[in-house]
């Protein structure tokens, strides 16, 4: 989906349209999760501060989260999907694979396909789509982004390799910021540049992510679209406006994420063994506390207990900007056949708003 948080608040409030908005974000403290492609032309993006945000664009207007207006948009695109293929693997709320090679309309024709997708997504949900087609999930998914927004990119199998070979390294999917640098640092600017490394270089020089990087630059990329997949941890966490030091309020702030943490675990049918607490301090640099124990576990009462046990210990810094809570260790990971529900498979991490 293009921009799907941003477009979502256009689409219920008409008088967004064209102007540069930011979903969440407001206030001293707030951290943006979208920008709409008005606010993008002036560098606003997720994960950006919104007090940089309004520097960089001072018209920007903020608009509040709101999940349960996605997920259920989302929805409506996901029984789009399911009349074509149930080889349908989600990446997040406004993000899948699909595997088209056998489809329910009997069409050998993946773009056309993309193109009738795209076309029943804007009747029924009033939103742009875009699509990469081609012969695997990581072309495919590096291609989607190249006509965005509302448009599609097909990467027949006669051009995939001129088209990973012209491709700039950062275009790459799974290539982000620091990866970026330290190729360039070496030298590795296009896929031609990096293809033009031998395996032992990439390993020496990136590790176990060196075989990935020869392999996907040949276009080999041989992961199948999974229908099912299974969730390995839940999370949620509060960013606060400002700083505290006091572990007694640190302690009552985690309450309500250990209640959500709780709420998420019942949802999804599932408990865990290890428990993770996450603390950011004002000088940004983060910190974990972990705890695996012997039963799995989805009571708030007892996933605050455990939490206790981690805040008030020694090492803790002065001024926590942001306190997080995690289960993983889950339960289902030892049920692969178990059948992931739709709403577990589409959760997002939550990021609590007071």
Do not use: W
Request: glycine content about 8%; proline content about 3%.
């Amino acid at each position: 989906m293009d921009a799907f948080y941003a477009s979502v608040a256009q689409l219920d409030d008409p008088s967004l349209i064209g102007k540069p908005i930011a979903v969440g974000g407001g206030g001293k403290r707030g951290v943006i999760s979208a920008a709409s492609y008005e606010a993008r032309k002036y560098g606003v993006r997720s994960a950006m501060a919104g007090a940089l945000a309004v520097k960089l664009c001072p018209d920007l207007l903020f608009v509040k989260t709101d999940f349960k207006r996605y997920q259920e948009i989302s929805d409506q695109v996901r029984n789009v999907f399911f009349e074509y293929t149930d080889l349908v693997e989600p990446l997040s709320l406004d993000e899948a694979y699909l595997d088209v090679t056998e489809n329910k309309k009997g069409n050998p024709s993946a773009s056309l396909i993309a193109i009738d997708i795209r076309k029943k997504i804007k009747e029924r949900t009033g939103l742009n789509a875009s699509a990469g087609i081609s012969i695997n999930k990581f072309i495919a998914k590096v291609a989607s982004d190249i006509n965005k927004p509302n448009g599609q990119k097909t990467v027949p199998p006669e051009e995939v390799l001129g088209f990973l070979e012209a491709l700039d390294i950062k275009k790459f999917y799974g290539v982000g910021k620091v990866m970026k640098e330290k190729m360039y640092r070496h030298g590795i600017y296009t896929g031609k540049d990096l293809k033009g490394k031998t395996v032992a270089f990439l390993t020496e020089h990136f590790g176990k992510s060196g075989g990935y990087y020869y392999d996907i630059v040949r276009g080999i990329h041989n992961s199948q679209v999974k229908a099912e997949r299974t969730r390995k941890s839940l999370a949620a966490e509060r960013t606060f406006n400002e700083n505290i030091s006091s572990e007694i309020f640190m302690l009552e702030k985690l309450v309500p994420i250990s209640e959500e943490v709780a709420r998420r675990l019942k949802k999804s049918k599932v408990a865990g063994k290890t428990i993770t607490l996450k603390i950011k301090y004002s000088d940004f640099t983060l910190q974990t506390r972990s705890k695996t124990l012997p039963l799995y576990i989805a009571d708030k009462d007892l996933i605050l207990d455990t939490v206790k046990e981690l805040l008030f210990q020694e090492g803790m810094k002065n001024s926590v900007r942001l306190l997080g809570i995690s289960m993983s260790n889950l339960n289902n990971e030892k049920k692969q056949a178990v059948k992931v529900s739709e709403e577990k498979k589409y959760e997002v991490q939550l990021k609590l708003d007071f």
